[in-house]
């Protein structure tokens, strides 16, 4: 067997336990679930956005909370911000990949929405944009970094910069987190 398949699984399992070790960072997450709670219960969306295997986790993330997650409930009002792929490419192509987030957001949030913003670097230019035009327009952010929080650690009203520089440990405790987050949601908001 190769070595290397058990050093990743020690290695993303390492990460996992600094998170369950740092108390503060837990808090975070809890924090994080209940701003989500909150702004659903309001009559607020939470809007992802990230780009690659973070798009792919902001799209998982977001179903789960429009879908169902545990148990059969009515549907929230989530959405990735890179699904629409004509808006997607137009504005890319007119406007700038920076601002494809940003300019969508202005047209679809509301003061009280939370956006969720996935950078493993914390540096992705169109998902800072995007954090930076939440704050103008009075939405709450939560950044899901890797360890250093990158330019999103400025703008982000809670940061969960996982403990790695290793992007695909990294991935791997976002979709954790994500999932600890969406169930946290659910229970909030159905007690079911």
Same mark, same amino acid.
Do not use: W
């Given at each position: 067997?190769?070595?290397?398949?058990?050093?990743?699984?020690?290695?993303?399992?390492?990460?996992?336990?600094?998170?369950?070790?740092?108390?503060?960072?837990?808090?975070?997450?809890?924090?994080?679930?209940?701003?989500?709670?909150?702004?659903?219960?309001?009559?607020?969306?939470?809007?992802?956005?990230?780009?690659?295997?973070?798009?792919?986790?902001?799209?998982?993330?977001?179903?789960?909370?429009?879908?169902?997650?545990?148990?059969?409930?009515?549907?929230?009002?989530?959405?990735?911000?890179?699904?629409?792929?004509?808006?997607?490419?137009?504005?890319?192509?007119?406007?700038?990949?920076?601002? =494809?987030?940003?300019?969508?957001?202005?047209?679809?949030?509301?003061?009280?929405? =939370?956006?969720?913003?996935?950078?493993?670097?914390?540096?992705?230019?169109?998902?800072?944009?995007?954090?930076?035009?939440?704050?103008?327009?009075?939405?709450?952010?939560?950044?899901?970094?890797?360890?250093?929080?990158?330019?999103?650690?400025?703008?982000?009203?809670?940061?969960?910069? =996982?403990?790695?520089?290793?992007?695909?440990?990294?991935?791997?405790?976002?979709?954790?987190?994500?999932?600890?987050?969406?169930?946290?949601?659910?229970?909030?908001?159905?007690?079911?």
């Amino acid at each position: 067997m190769d070595k290397r398949i058990i050093q990743s699984i020690s290695d993303s399992v390492s990460v996992k336990q600094a998170i369950l070790g740092n108390a503060a960072f837990l808090e975070r997450v809890q924090s994080a679930a209940d701003m989500i709670a909150e702004s659903l219960r309001n009559g607020g969306r939470v809007h992802f956005c990230g780009n690659g295997g973070s798009a792919s986790d902001a799209q998982h993330l977001a179903a789960e909370l429009s879908g169902r997650f545990y148990f059969d409930r009515p549907p929230l009002n989530a959405e990735a911000l890179h699904c629409n792929t004509s808006y997607l490419t137009a504005v890319g192509n007119d406007y700038g990949y920076d601002i =494809v987030f940003s300019r969508l957001l202005q047209g679809t949030s509301k003061k009280g929405d =939370v956006v969720v913003g996935i950078s493993t670097s914390g540096n992705s230019a169109n998902v800072v944009k995007a954090f930076e035009t939440a704050k103008e327009m009075g939405l709450k952010t939560i950044a899901m970094t890797g360890a250093s929080g990158g330019e999103m650690r400025k703008t982000a009203d809670i940061l969960l910069n =996982v403990p790695s520089e290793d992007t695909p440990r990294i991935q791997e405790s976002h979709i954790m987190l994500g999932h600890i987050i969406c169930e946290l949601v659910e229970k909030n908001l159905f007690k079911s």
